[in-house]
């Protein structure tokens, strides 16, 4: 019952978002975009770099073993761009920004705010929510880029010092097997994972009842159900997307 619960919240806060998108209130969408984006700029491409540098040493453990160190640069792009990228900008927004926000609307929630909006005639939902949604979403697709660009940098650096790989045979093997669908794959995987996050926080944020105990109960619950919610959606996607971009 809970489950459902959870499912039936969570369309309507998406339904109401949608509605809201309407009157969208700009100066708080601007906030949102420097809160979320901008100041998770520094972790994301820290973490990016980091990425890149482990999967080029990994993979050289067992690239070197069937001399393919060639296609080195296409495996470790396609797999950034593919998967490992958005996949790991999603856990790292949930943990940082789908926390946040939960932990925000439900001060908000239990302060009795919410309710006071409502009160004097303004939608919430138009006000707040709407607004971090799309922050939540813009700041995920445009962290995305970023990261990408910073850990096939990486990468490329990686594959110098350990297997001696040319930066120019890194980047030309990746780009002569890049197909814009692998693109395309990566956009709407980070498009949805950012989607997911922002939902799922708001939603759980808008549900907390009680004192100042439920405010750290819902960061905790935006977190674990966020994670819950990309992991189950890059399994979608993946089977999905594999049939549909083949």
């Known amino acids: 019952m809970r489950a459902v619960g959870g499912v ?10 949608a509605w809201g998108l309407r009157r969208l209130e700009r100066r708080e969408l601007a906030r949102g975009l420097v809160q979320f984006g ?19 040493v990994q993979a050289s453990l067992y690239i070197q073993r069937f001399g393919a160190r060639a296609f080195l640069g296409w495996a470790a792009g ?8 958005p996949l790991l900008l999603g856990l790292i927004m949930s943990a940082r920004i789908g926390a946040r926000n939960a ?9 009795g705010q919410i309710e006071g909006l409502r009160g004097i005639g303004l939608d919430p939902f138009a006000l707040l929510v709407a607004p971090r949604v799309v922050a ?14 910073v850990s096939i940098l990486c990468e490329a650096v990686a594959a ?22 692998d693109i395309l ?10 989607l997911a996050i922002s939902l799922v926080s708001t939603a759980v944020g808008l549900r907390a009842k009680g004192g100042a105990r439920a405010v750290g109960e819902a960061a905790a619950s935006a977190v674990v159900l966020g994670c819950a919610a990309i992991f189950l959606l890059d399994f979608l996607l993946t089977s999905l997307l594999s049939k549909v971009l083949a």
């Not at 039936?8 to 978002?17: D, I, Y």
Request: charged letters at 10%; zero cysteines; a positive charge.
């Open 8 to 17: 039936g919240a969570l369309a309507l806060v998406a339904g109401r978002t």
């Open 38 to 56: 901008y100041g998770s700029l520094p972790l994301a491409l820290a973490t990016a770099a980091l990425a890149g540098v482990i999967v080029v």
């Open 78 to 85: 396609y797999g950034v761009l593919w998967e490992f990228g």
């Open 103 to 111: 932990a925000e609307l439900a001060t908000l929630k239990v302060g």
């Open 136 to 149: 939540m979403e813009l700041s995920m697709l445009g962290l995305s880029t970023f990261t990408f660009l």
């Open 160 to 181: 110098k010092l350990t297997l001696d790989l040319p930066v120019r045979v890194f980047f030309g093997t990746f780009a002569q097997m890049l197909n814009p669908s």
């Open 185 to 194: 794959g990566g956009v709407v995987k980070t498009g949805a994972f950012g």
